[in-house]
């Protein structure tokens, strides 16, 4: 979707032709991901800090403009311990 | 979750309506009745306004959906939105606000833009992380962990308001 923003033709080339292998492997086990409603645009644009003072800390939602059903993050590779719905393995375990 | 609703990756870019502030003050007043005054609030494909009142006191933001949003998904985000407060307290969230009958402030309402579905989200103080500049570790983590709640609170959550699209993506197109 972004991919036509890219101002060198190369790299544009590049990205597409990526995205597209990347997206043909996702097709091929779309049927078997596991799927879950979420927000779906948790940025530091759509997360508030409450607190006038001090440091900033998040403790405020809002948008849920983006609010949709898509792949659990466990089940797509590579997994990312910051949105997953259960917290990945730690090696030291 | 049966099939309906937006595909964002289908649509591309979405254009926000673009009513003027003297027309959502207007449609504040007409189908929510809050006499307040408006104030455009940066947006990508909803057009946002917060609503003050006589003494500057802010009552709400005023959203205008996307054209291509209908009724079901907005009812879908207002029911996720009041489930993310009850399960995430103290972490606040922009709720839908409710009329005097408990009833959410939610109307498809004419506009010059064509009809537009409209609803009353609660105002939160403060500041969006991105204002802050430099984000700590710490806080990098905790905006993590804060991801984590809101996906585990909406693990099962149900309606026929959005659809399921990211799977097949652009394979779709």
């Not at chain 1, 403009?65 to 375990?93: E, F, H, M």
């Not at chain 2, 498809?108 to 500049?133: C, D, K, N, Q």
């Amino acid at each position: 979707m972004l991919v036509e923003h890219v101002p060198q033709p190369d790299l544009r080339e590049q990205l597409r032709r990526d995205s597209q292998v990347a997206w043909s492997r996702i097709a091929a086990v779309a049927g078997e991901l596991a799927l879950q409603p979420g927000h779906f645009d948790l940025t530091d644009e759509n997360l508030l800090s409450t607190c006038p003072h001090g440091v900033p800390f998040p403790d405020g939602v809002i948008d849920l403009g983006d609010l949709s059903v898509s792949g659990v993050c466990p089940s797509l590779p590579p997994p990312s311990p910051r949105c997953c719905t259960t917290p990945a393995p730690s090696p030291l375990l | 979750m049966p099939a309906g609703g937006l595909d964002f990756f289908a649509h591309g870019a979405l254009p926000a309506p673009r009513v003027s502030v003297a027309e959502a003050q207007r449609l504040a007043g007409e189908h929510f009745d809050l006499e307040a005054t408006a104030q455009a609030l940066g947006s990508q494909q909803d057009q946002n306004f917060l609503l003050r009142g006589g003494a500057g006191e802010p009552l709400g933001v005023l959203k205008l959906a996307n054209r291509a949003i209908g009724l079901a998904e907005i009812e879908a985000q207002i029911l996720a939105g009041k489930r993310l407060a009850q399960r995430l307290a103290p972490v606040c969230v922009a709720t839908t606000l409710t009329g005097p009958e408990g009833a959410p402030l939610l109307a498809t309402v004419a506009t010059s833009e064509g009809p537009l579905v409209a609803h009353v989200v609660r105002y939160l103080p403060g500041s969006t992380l991105a204002h802050h500049g430099y984000l700590s570790p710490r806080v990098v983590s905790a905006l993590g962990a804060l991801a984590a709640q809101v996906s585990d609170a909406l693990d099962d959550f149900t309606h026929p308001g959005p659809r399921a699209h990211a799977a097949v993506g652009p394979a779709s197109r």
